[in-house]
């Protein structure tokens, strides 16, 4: 998609400003300019000082994004015609590692296994656009030579088992020696069910070709072309927000020359120019918080971080922000504020120190996709809200204040889920019922 044939006069938010001072609204099409010019702000060289007489900025009033023109990006795979049971071979044990590479050629994100120690069953299920589908189910011998064989490739213990278990599964596939991550838990039957994360394929997009609205888009690439500290990619599991973060490291790989650094758990995608480091949390003195610990000392220009999970992670990613270093790291939160405040939780820094490090969050959630026919859904879109961080909104998340407050602080340098919403069911392509099993305030 050309993002800048889709652009029209409409409001932008002032990411650029050091002060978040509402900017009046440009009014698309009209003769004249709404006459109220905008504060005045205070600049310096580092950082912005408030004069005494300075309010805080009032939040923007939602725009009428239906009136936006919007031309979605392509499907991100092929329109599944068929169920997974009609279109994926039943495989046996000896070529089983076959109907992964199947399941990763059709867009499948992850999949369900579950061995039932009741009736001895082996049950597969694979995830399209977020709903799960039965696959192929397994009984007998098969089903448990099945079981012991993938347990045994993932490098999980075979034996009776009372406590969950995380591993890799190895799966080469296009000359690349990718991996699935994997997680084992024990059912109370004695069975056991086993998720694998199945890697993603393919070219990855630029992030003009991610499905941004224009206002998300140039919000981001703000964000991104700031000097040094960190931005946060936020939402829950399967949401996308890693394939964002990773084609936001590769748009600035391209823009500037340095020393790019991933670490990741594991490589999903091979991104030339990046030296991509992969963790592993089953070796000790190999997780992600002691990869961190030498990154300072590489010196690195840019650093991404393929999730912030834990109070070590959440530390040295603070650290190396605030040491100049750019950050993209991935958190698991359902909004921006939940996102900054799920650091502030994780890092063992000053909230003031923690809160100073990040430039802004980039919130991803995906939503049902109309069919080419309007009559059905198939695949997902991508919707976003971004926000850019203000001492307005430092202050705010420091005194604790009310969720609203911070809401309403917030909105004077972000986008929102609901402006972003209100295009895509403008021009179809999604429904506001469908938006809302994702985020129901929309």
């Known amino acids: 998609m050309n993002n800048t044939d889709a652009r029209q006069p409409a409001r932008r938010l002032d990411f650029t400003a050091a002060s978040p001072q509402r900017l009046q609204e440009v ?80 867009g499948v994100s992850d999949v369900h296994m579950k061995k039932s120690a009741l009736n001895g069953t082996f049950t597969v299920e694979g995830r399209v656009d977020g709903d799960p589908e ?177 109070a070590r992670t959440a530390t040295f990613a603070v650290e190396i922000a605030k040491s100049g270093i750019r950050v993209l790291a991935t958190i698991h939160a359902t909004n921006n504020i939940s996102a900054m405040l799920r650091l502030m939780e994780l890092a063992d820094a000053p909230p003031l120190s923690v809160l100073e490090s990040v430039n802004g969050v980039v919130s991803q959630r995906l939503v049902s996709r109309l069919a080419s026919d309007g009559e059905h859904f198939s695949g997902r879109y991508p919707i976003h809200e971004v926000t850019k961080n203000s001492i307005h909104l430092t202050d705010a998340l420091i005194r604790n204040v009310s969720r609203t407050e911070i809401t309403e602080v917030a909105a004077a340098t972000s986008t929102t889920f609901k402006q972003n919403v209100d295009l895509l069911v403008a021009n179809k392509v999604t429904t506001l019922d469908e938006a809302r099993k994702v985020v129901p305030n929309v």
Do not use: C
């Open 27 to 106: 009014a698309p099409a009209a003769a004249a300019v709404a006459s109220t010019p905008a504060p005045p702000v205070v600049r310096t060289p580092q950082r912005t000082t408030t004069v005494q007489a300075e309010r805080r900025p009032a939040p923007m009033t939602q725009r009428p994004s239906t009136t936006v023109p919007f031309t979605p990006v392509p499907a991100m795979h092929a329109e599944l015609k068929q169920p997974l049971n009609e279109i994926v071979e039943r495989r046996g044990a000896q070529d089983f590692q076959e109907m992964f590479r199947d399941l990763v050629r059709l």
């Open 134 to 310: 039965h696959i192929h189910r397994y009984s007998g011998s098969e089903a448990q030579t099945i079981h012991t064989l993938i347990k045994t490739e993932s490098k999980l213990s075979t034996g009776m088992n009372l406590v969950p278990q995380d591993g890799n599964y190895e799966l080469p596939m296009d000359g690349y020696p990718y991996r699935a991550r994997v997680v084992s838990l024990p059912l109370f039957d004695g069975g056991e069910y086993i998720v694998f994360r199945l890697p993603q394929i393919g070219e990855l997009r630029a992030i003009e070709q991610l499905g941004f609205t224009s206002e998300n888009l140039d919000a981001t690439k703000m964000l991104l072309d700031t000097p040094g500290g960190m931005t946060l990619f936020a939402g829950p599991t399967g949401e996308g927000k890693s394939t964002t973060a990773l084609s936001s490291l590769q748009y600035l790989r391209q823009k500037q020359p340095g020393v790019f650094i991933s670490v990741e758990d594991p490589v999903e995608r091979v991104i030339d120019g990046i030296a991509q480091i992969e963790v592993k949390e089953e070796v000790e003195g190999a997780g992600f918080g002691d990869m961190m610990r030498y990154l300072v000392r590489s010196d690195p220009n840019v650093v991404f971080i393929g999730e912030i999970r834990d």
